[in-house]
């Protein structure tokens, strides 16, 4: 079974700043990494994924996610953010070769961009 | 040409009542889920199917039952609504089974049981 850990539930940061999003997870077997936005009201749209090969993952609207194998992290980072990036952020892992087994979700980060 | 849709998107009902949620998928995709998403926000997956056949149903009362009467459709019937059934229900699908498939999920629908 994996677990995944968010440790901020929320982060405020001003406008064109850059920000981190924490995640952790915890897993005995290898495991693929996603995260996922959900804006207000709306449902999740995929950001960036790791499955393989270069730990630096670039994703849409400016965000990147590295891959962390010792650290067991794949923390998310955008160098300026944008009033628009205010959503939540849910990173999520999969079990290699896990077949159909579904995503398992960290509790959400909460973005919140200030003027 | 939305992807993943779900109907309907709100749901106000009272305890005890059955009821249904629809999905549908023009993606051509194999593989549908119904993640669950609690007031704290929490995503918990509840099924998964591959073409038509269940795959995964984690620890869910046999109240909730899905159907897929074909490999764009997965529905989800309730049965005697309760309070804690409460939530955002968010329907998904991906193109398989492997390979860190990304998984593309609808608008949810907001159940509220009174």
């Known amino acids: 079974a994996q677990s995944v850990t968010q440790l901020d539930s929320q982060v405020p940061v001003f406008e064109e700043a850059p920000v981190e999003l924490r995640c952790n997870y915890s897993?005995?077997?290898?495991?693929?990494l996603f995260w996922y936005v959900q804006y207000p009201n709306q449902g999740l749209q995929l950001l960036l994924k790791?499955?393989?090969?270069?730990?630096l993952v670039k994703g849409i609207n400016g965000f990147e996610a590295e891959f962390n194998k010792s650290q067991t992290s794949f923390h998310l980072r955008k160098p300026s953010v944008h009033i628009s990036d205010t959503a939540e952020y849910f990173c999520?892992?999969?079990?290699?070769?896990?077949?159909?087994?579904?995503?398992?979700f960290g509790k959400g980060t909460h973005l919140i961009i200030q003027p | 040409d939305t992807a993943v849709s779900q109907t309907p998107k709100y749901l106000v009902t009272q305890m005890g009542n059955d009821k249904s949620i629809k999905c549908e998928q023009n993606?051509?995709?194999?593989?549908m889920y119904w993640y669950k998403q609690d007031s704290k926000k929490f995503l918990k997956i509840m099924f998964s199917?591959?073409?038509?056949?269940?795959?995964i149903n984690e620890t869910v009362p046999n109240r909730f039952s899905p159907k897929s009467p074909d490999k764009a459709h997965l529905n989800l019937h309730i049965n005697s609504l309760e309070l804690g059934d409460s939530a955002v229900y968010f329907c998904?699908?991906?193109?398989?089974?492997?390979?860190?498939?990304?998984?593309?999920f609808g608008p949810g629908t907001r159940l509220t049981v009174l």
């Open positions: 998904a699908s991906s193109p398989g089974v492997g390979v860190g498939d990304t998984q593309y």
């Open positions: 897993s005995s077997v290898s495991v693929y």
């Open positions: 790791y499955l393989s090969g270069s730990t």
């Open positions: 999520a892992v999969s079990e290699v070769g896990g077949g159909a087994d579904g995503l398992t």
């Open positions: 993606l051509g995709h194999d593989t």
């Open positions: 199917y591959n073409n038509k056949e269940l795959i």
